[in-house]
């Protein structure tokens, strides 16, 4: 019997979260105060933060790249004075491991939160696949600034992704470049593709093979490992026999240090060089890989002071004041720009009424972070219908030395096209 | 005729049907699918012939390297158990300890040169180091975190073992961060070794070499000594066996401390093979090893040496031999699901194991 009380008590609760699900969803538009918005409005009472959500992979082999643009996105919010339309600003950062159960988890905690603006973020696209949706839903815009999987912002992408924007490039122009510069370049006619089972990889490796062979090379074959697979001796093996003249691996630094390593080792693949790309410019591919890093070349967006905007040298220099250290990946002016356009679609939106506090409406918001165009530190921001806001500038970076203290991009990788 | 009337005719005739259950039709349709895709797959790899016979000995190579290792990491889990009853899910993350206490001494050695120049001495110090370590960090999670559960019933023992998992893998991370270090690389490790008329790479032969003294110490410790004498009698009946004057307590630590060792010398020739250590690096070898010890039967320590190394090989060798034959593209991402379906049969289709039949009867 108690069981049946229990079940009852469930059923209840269950109809009623039912029942009002059903009413929230049938009130359509929602005012508060001087703003009348399709979604719902954020109200912040006079004094209280108005809070910005993050999420980037801050822990793991991978942190370099979320540490590099939590840093760009602190500097954007010292550089307009910590405060925003007369709020302090408040960063909530949460962790998602550069995976899919960690993006889902964060983008939830940060959903959850009603006080949350606007979420920038993340780095890696596994965590964006299923983190935008979820923000989505929750009527929340989310400004990504590393996670490039073309998928994200392709005029196919699915109506749940209409929140997500990126101030990064899209793979879309990675794999056309990669491909042109290992045709072109190395000139080589075969190659064997290698990804992770990532959206990320498995894109890139799947635009940058179509791409070459439009180019008139073949693709042998697209091999898979897994991003914590520590042998590959045998995938090695098998690519060895196919006998490629390069092979294209665009995973990330646990598994790209493994290919790096082991590749040399293969008989048949001791000088095949080995493509990696922009998953691995961190200090930790160095410490992983050691030695064998020398000569490694990675394709990666040119992010000389040069290819970026005005502002980058200034931007620099502030970076290396505040943390001590030059950048220690790509992303940092991608996630500072991802900043400055959410800054500046909240300025445009927020509406204050007499007692101070602040309204926003949420699809107001999201329509003006698509609209605002301006000149960042990576370069011109400005959002396509489908939320791509940024173009890619290529580059090839290379190794030169197997002591992880010696990185420094520009220097150790160093710029070697075009 | 009612209705009871008419389901007692029909029952005479539907018996015979019915002993055949959907679950047994489901099994039997596994146990066909596995064999013709392990025959299919094989045919049609052989058909193809992508592979010479360099490439298959280094899968098998391979395979008998990271088999030997969890063969290690397995007799861990296999004695915890046979002496307990107890499934340690924090062997895996003792190994970690070892292979992470091993990296300092490693790369200190690299960078004085003294692994270059002495390559012998420097192997044994960092051997030496990490079995200290995993060894010192098993007994300690057997006295801090087992033994007060040493008389509990049900599942708490099980889920403490879950929490000292967690806990090793967040002190390491807490200590000495969340990002992969690197072993050494010197340059003795790489020369080949001909084996076979076979070029192999001396650090794989040392691993194999290693683990298989360090199993036949093992096996004659607990086939020949006082101590492994009372380990077998505590691992039959701990009462009786406390009865006739053994110190249960002592046989459980030696066990662990046996366990940790194992373990340390696993983390070691792991990391020499695999080059990265982190954190969590414990977790997955920690698995497939308890997998291994099911496989060979769990309790039995030949059991856990053949299933490690039965593991090791399916792995390496299944992904080319089985699933390149039916043309999967990229067979190697599928290599765990290899190894799960694997232990997924064995506990389904005979859930004591290869060696677990004859324990039974031992036990009996």
């Known amino acids: 019997m108690r069981g049946f009380n229990y079940r009852r008590i469930l059923l209840c609760g269950g109809g009623m979260i039912a029942a009002l699900a059903v009413v929230s969803s049938a009130s359509a538009a929602?005012?508060?105060?001087?703003?009348?918005?399709?979604?719902?409005?954020?109200?912040?009472p006079k004094g209280a933060p108005i809070q910005i959500g993050a999420y980037w992979v801050m822990s793991g082999a991978d942190s370099a790249l979320g540490i590099d643009e939590k840093r760009g996105v602190e500097i954007a919010v010292k550089d307009i004075g910590g405060k925003l339309v007369g709020h302090p600003i408040k960063l909530n950062v949460e962790d998602d491991g550069c995976n899919a159960e960690g993006g889902q988890t964060a983008a939830t905690k940060l959903a959850s939160n009603p006080a949350t603006a606007i979420v920038i973020g993340p780095a890696c696209s596994s965590a964006a696949t299923p983190g935008a949706p979820i923000l989505w839903k929750a009527g929340i815009t989310d400004i990504d600034t590393a996670a490039t999987?073309?998928?994200?912002?392709?005029?196919?992408?699915?109506?749940?992704y209409a929140g997500f924007v990126r101030t990064v490039y899209s793979d879309i122009d990675q794999g056309r470049n990669d491909a042109k510069y290992v045709h072109d370049v190395l000139k080589a006619q075969k190659i064997v593709t290698i990804h992770d089972g990532s959206p990320y990889a498995q894109q890139l490796a799947t635009v940058m093979g179509e791409n070459f062979k439009k180019l008139g090379g073949q693709v042998l074959s697209q091999e898979a490992v897994s991003p914590t697979d520590v042998d590959m001796h045998p995938v090695l093996t098998r690519v060895a026999t196919e006998k490629p003249d390069v092979i294209y691996a665009p995973v990330f630094v646990a598994a790209g240090a493994q290919l790096l390593r082991q590749s040399k080792d293969i008989p048949g693949l001791e000088k095949v060089p080995l493509i990696g790309s922009s998953g691995q410019m961190a200090p930790d591919l160095i410490e992983a890989a050691r030695a064998a890093i020398v000569g490694y070349k990675i394709t990666y967006p040119d992010v000389s002071p040069e290819a970026m905007g005005k502002a980058y040298p200034k931007f620099v220099d502030e970076y290396k004041k505040a943390y001590g250290e030059a950048p220690i990946s790509g992303y940092h002016a991608n996630a500072y720009d991802g900043a400055q356009l959410a800054f500046k679609a909240i300025e445009k939106v927020a509406k204050t009424d007499a007692s101070g506090a602040t309204y926003i409406g949420r699809k107001a918001l999201r329509d003006a972070v698509f609209a605002t165009k301006f000149e960042g530190v990576s370069g011109p921001?400005?959002?396509?219908?489908?939320?791509q806001c940024a173009q890619f500038k290529p580059a090839v970076y290379e190794f030169t030395n197997g002591d992880p203290k010696t990185f420094k991009i520009g220097e150790n990788p160093k710029k070697i096209w075009p | 005729m009612s209705d009871a009337a008419v389901s007692r005719a029909f029952i005479p005739k539907l018996s015979s049907l019915s002993r055949f259950t959907f679950v047994d039709v489901v099994l039997w349709a596994l146990r066909i699918g596995v064999v013709v895709v392990v025959v299919g797959g094989t045919i049609g790899t052989l058909i193809k012939a992508r592979y010479g016979a360099a490439q298959w000995f280094d899968f098998l190579v391979f395979g008998v390297t990271i088999g030997s290792v969890y063969a290690l990491v397995a007799l861990g889990y296999t004695m915890v158990y046979g002496v307990l009853r107890l499934i340690n899910f924090a062997h895996g993350d003792i190994m970690m300890t070892g292979a992470f206490s091993g990296y300092f001494v490693a790369s200190s050695f690299a960078e004085s040169g003294f692994l270059d120049t002495n390559p012998v001495l420097a192997m044994l110090g960092i051997l030496a180091v990490a079995v200290t370590t995993s060894t010192l960090i098993a007994v300690l999670t057997e006295r801090l975190a087992y033994r007060p559960f040493r008389r509990v019933r049900g599942l708490a023992p099980l889920?403490?073992?879950?929490?000292?998992?967690?806990?090793?893998?967040?002190?390491?991370?807490?200590?000495?961060?969340?990002g992969v270090r690197a072993y050494p690389d010197p340059k003795w490790q790489k020369n080949t070794v001909d084996v076979f008329g076979f070029g192999v790479p001396l650090v794989e032969v040392l691993v194999v070499a290693a683990a298989l003294v360090s199993m036949l110490v093992l096996y004659v410790i607990v086939q020949r000594t006082r101590m492994g004498t009372a380990?077998?009698?505590?691992?039959?009946?701990?009462?009786?066996?406390?009865m006739m004057g053994i110190d249960v307590n002592k046989v459980v630590v030696f066990t662990f401390a046996l366990g940790g060792a194992m373990a340390g010398i696993a983390g070691v020739c792991y990391a020499f093979v695999f080059k990265q250590v982190y954190f969590f690096m414990g977790f997955t070898p920690g698995i497939k090893a308890f997998g291994a010890a099911v496989l060979g039967g769990i309790g039995s320590v030949p059991g856990a040496m053949i299933g490690g190394l039965f593991l090791g090989l399916v792995e390496s060798v299944g992904?080319?031999?089985?699933?390149?034959?039916?043309?999967?593209?990229?067979?190697?991402?599928?290599?765990?699901?290899?190894?799960?379906?694997?232990?997924?049969?064995?506990?389904?289709f005979r859930p004591y194991g290869i060696f677990g039949e004859r324990m039974a009867k031992k036990r009996a």
């Open chain 2, 231 to 242: 380990m077998r009698a505590v691992s039959e009946d701990s009462d009786t066996a406390a």
């Open chain 1, 149 to 160: 999987a073309p998928a994200l912002t392709a005029p196919e992408r699915k109506p749940e």
């Open chain 1, 30 to 44: 929602e005012t508060k105060g001087p703003v009348t918005d399709d979604i719902g409005v954020l109200v912040i």
């Open chain 1, 381 to 387: 921001i400005s959002c396509d219908q489908y939320g």
């Open chain 2, 159 to 178: 889920i403490c073992a879950i929490g000292v998992s967690f806990f090793l893998e967040q002190t390491f991370r807490g200590a000495f961060g969340s």
């Open chain 2, 319 to 348: 992904p080319a031999l089985f699933l390149d034959g039916i043309g999967i593209p990229a067979p190697y991402q599928l290599r765990d699901l290899i190894a799960f379906t694997l232990l997924i049969m064995v506990l389904i």
